[in-house]
């Protein structure tokens, strides 16, 4: 279970809490919208009821809360999409985080600075609804990168990971023939746009990734998690393990 800390000034309107674990998702495009304030109160979903008097919400340890961003409702084209096949977002903003977590006889901070865009992985954390907004509990090593603009092809990976821009899928065989989007094989095979600073070792130091931006790159074929561009190209976020050569 996520651990956070809730604090209560003084007595507030009447709400719930109650508490789950994010279930898997979809992620397209990385698109949103601010959601509506409708109610104040915190809710976080699942089977715990208490006195609606606590007003905020402090992750702890290595945890960061992020106010996740709305799903999008209708199309490009305008279509309006049930709640069954909307998109869900995979992205949000840094709200609170905690003091960091202690590697060996070094304290770390956390490294997300409260305020900042992130993408998280799909399935990470535990939602809460906090005064009538979606919220994400989730360690900071379940955070793939900040988002320094709204388009996927700017992520600035954190830890261990890299961007992969993906080599584009053939549209025909080599006989010529036409292929479907079903028929398409899925490429592992991508430029390195961006690397994170590395993950920590056991003194809490960094130790850099030995693969560069504008490498060409294999790696394995389901790992990671995929995105779109706003030019319609396709990006992956993984972890450096997941690369597995360099080709040239």
């Known amino acids: ?50 006195t609606p008097k606590y007003t905020s919400v402090k992750p702890l340890g290595d945890r960061v809360l992020v106010k996740v961003k709305s799903s999008e409702e209708k199309t490009s084209g305008g279509i309006f999409l049930p709640s069954t096949v ?48 979606k919220h994400l509990i989730l360690k900071e090593d379940d955070i793939i990168g ?35 989007e079903a028929t398409k094989e899925k490429p592992s095979i991508g430029t390195v746009v961006a690397v994170g600073p590395g993950a920590l070792d056991d003194e809490g130091k960094r130790e850099p990734l030995n693969i560069t931006p504008g490498s060409t790159v294999l790696y394995s074929k389901y790992a990671g998690s995929e995105f779109k561009s706003s030019d319609d190209s396709d990006y992956i976020a993984l972890r450096a393990s997941d690369v597995m050569a360099v080709l040239s």
């Open 86 to 133: 909307q998109t869900k977002p995979q992205g949000g903003e840094v709200v609170s985080v905690g003091e960091g977590r202690n590697v060996g006889d070094k304290k770390v901070a956390v490294s997300v600075p409260t305020g900042a865009e992130v993408v998280y992985s799909k399935y990470a954390g535990t939602e809460i609804e906090f005064d009538g907004l």
């Open 1 to 50: 279970m996520a651990s956070l800390q809730l604090s209560a000034p003084g007595m507030m309107a009447s709400s719930s809490l109650v508490a789950t674990t994010r279930r898997a998702s979809t992620f397209g495009s990385l698109q949103f919208r601010q959601e509506k304030r409708c109610r104040r109160g915190l809710a976080v979903k699942a089977a715990t009821v208490v």
């Open 146 to 180: 900040i988002l320094e603009t709204e388009d996927v092809k700017d992520l600035k990976p954190l830890s261990d990971r890299v961007l992969i821009k993906v080599a584009e899928v053939e549209d025909k065989t080599a006989g010529g023939l036409l292929l479907t």
